[in-house]
């Protein structure tokens, strides 16, 4: 069974554009959560999506968004980048809401900003 | 809120001693999930472990072995006999009743940098 993908794996912007990224999660997972890898604030929960829908959400401002397809696929949206999002950007898909499953993760998409 | 702190920053062990990883966490939930993924330098996270808070007993899975103990909040992961290929990034993580399955976002540690050298 193939893993969590995410493309692309590597991103240069310049501060003021946005940027999309995207995920493909496990198939038959339901729920996709995104998280920001920074080397001063670690690892940090940005949102969850279940079933096209934004179940919670992190402490990060509104620039932050995404979107969940009718496939599962997700997608997470910056706006108005500064070099502060710079950062291991992780996806983790996991089987449903209700159960007690695991997160699986996957490579991740390194975003620099410049 | 919940907190989860590996006070190690980094470790360095030569090939073959044993190594135990702290992890020290904060919660209000009675019933929550605790986690370990190790990440190596290519960046993704690999998941190790989950224990429930109603299950304190210690498992083993070959050279790995995890102590987990409610009376001190701790979750303590150990490599026996450790190996090159053990080096890498291990953090531990937390989250409430949902068990991590999306709903309530793992709260993680700043992570233990693992240095294995031959």
């Known amino acids: 069974k193939a893993g969590v993908t995410q493309t692309p794996r590597y991103l240069i912007k310049t501060r003021g554009q946005q940027v999309t990224l995207s995920c493909s999660p496990i198939?038959?997972?339901?729920?996709v959560s995104w998280y920001q890898q920074t080397p001063g604030q670690g690892l940090q929960f940005l949102f969850e999506y279940f079933s096209e829908t934004q179940r919670n959400k992190g402490n990060f401002p509104g620039r932050f968004s995404g979107r969940q397809f009718s496939n599962s696929r997700s997608e997470m949206n910056v706006s108005t980048l500064e070099l502060g999002d710079s950062a291991l950007y992780l996806c983790a898909s996991s089987i449903s809401a209700t159960n007690t499953d695991t997160q699986y993760f996957g490579p991740g998409t390194r975003l620099t900003v410049l | 809120a919940q907190k989860v702190t590996q006070a190690q920053t980094e470790i360095s062990v030569v090939e073959k001693e044993d190594v135990t990883l702290d992890c020290v966490y904060e919660t209000r939930d009675t019933t929550y999930y605790l986690f370990w993924y190790k990440q190596p330098p290519s960046g993704e996270l690999v998941f190790l472990i989950r224990?429930?808070?109603?299950?304190?007993q210690n498992e083993i899975s070959g050279r790995y072995s995890w102590n987990f103990q409610k009376s001190t909040s701790s979750f303590n992961f150990t490599i026996t006999a450790s190996q090159v290929v053990d080096s890498a990034v291990y953090f531990c993580a937390l989250s409430g009743p949902y068990g991590g399955g999306g709903a309530d976002g793992l709260t993680f540690g700043k992570g233990t940098h693992l240095i294995i050298q031959p």
């Open positions: 198939s038959g997972h339901r729920s």
């Open positions: 224990r429930n808070s109603f299950d304190e």
